[in-house]
């Protein structure tokens, strides 16, 4: 049974985890209760339904008929569009899906995924999908999906990683997966994410970790909980688990938030939380 289901009806984003594994996909009976899929959490807003990366979690994705679809790509790194030509709405002619991405090492989101995603490697392009599949250039602004208002702002991570800020009816999402921390950029993302309800942060290493991965472009859960408590953060959900990390692990790690349980989550695969 799943622990982490925080639901309301009437909540402004209803966020559920399809993937929180990170760098690559696992499976096997040590990784169950977290979950082995990579990077995909899928939003509810009001009409409009918007995936956060394209890991192998969005396999189970199971999109409403009557929502239009857009899905925020962080960066093009394999663990989080891996997914993308098994998503099934990829497979309905009366969809239209917009994918939001930014051009980086001197491709487009559109150049870029046609060159993982096409033969040798897989059959189709994702433009010859049923589906109508638009690609936009991430716009440097504000822009807005339907009543969603969205932000961005650039994250540390080799070839670069964006991070999100998502607005809508007064509540506020942030995701910052992929984040290596530096002094600056944690000013940065404190002053970004301030007052929001809810913070999904990248938390791979652990302290004694880290010095091993520096570099990497991945985070701790000690910083993130630092930056989440700078920003006055609602609730801080930490996801990008290691590959090698197991539930038992997982789990202990959790322990060491066990006093701010009602604001740290460990983020499992199949957890509901509305904001």
């Not at 209803?14 to 696992?26: F, W």
């Not at 650039?154 to 964006?162: F, I, L, M, S, Y």
Request: charged content about 20%; some cysteine; aromatic content about 10%.
């Amino acid at each position: 049974m799943l622990e982490n289901q925080i639901e309301n009806s009437d909540a402004a984003f209803q966020l559920t985890v399809l993937g929180a594994r990170g760098s690559m996909p696992v499976d096997g009976k040590d990784f169950a209760a977290y979950g082995g899929a990579t990077s995909c959490y899928r939003i509810l807003a009001g009409n409009e339904e918007i995936y956060l990366d394209a890991g192998n979690g969005i396999l189970s994705a199971a999109p409403n008929p009557d929502t239009r679809i857009t899905i925020l790509l962080t960066h093009m790194h394999l663990d989080h569009i891996i997914g993308l030509p098994f998503f099934v709405a990829l497979g309905q002619a009366n969809r239209c899906i917009d994918i939001f991405a930014k051009s980086r090492s001197g491709l487009s989101a559109n150049e870029a995924v046609d060159r993982l995603i096409s033969p040798p490697f897989w059959p189709l392009k994702v433009g010859q999908y049923p589906a109508n599949v638009t690609f936009h250039e991430l716009p440097e602004e504000s822009f807005s999906i339907g009543a969603v208002e969205v932000d961005v702002m650039e994250g540390t991570h080799p070839q670069g990683a964006t991070i999100y800020r998502l607005t809508h009816r007064g509540k506020v999402l942030v995701y910052a997966t992929d984040f290596e921390h530096t002094p600056e950029g944690c000013e940065k993302l404190a002053r970004f994410a301030e007052d929001c309800d809810l913070l999904i942060y990248d938390a791979q290493y652990t302290e004694e970790e880290y010095p091993k991965y520096r570099g990497y472009g991945h985070s701790t859960p000690q910083v993130g909980f630092d930056i989440g408590t700078r920003a006055n953060a609602g609730k801080i959900l930490f996801v990008h688990h290691a590959p090698q990390r197991t539930d038992k692990q997982l789990l202990a790690m959790a322990q060491e938030f066990a006093p701010y349980a009602d604001k740290v989550i460990f983020a499992k695969a199949g957890d509901r939380i509305s904001v």
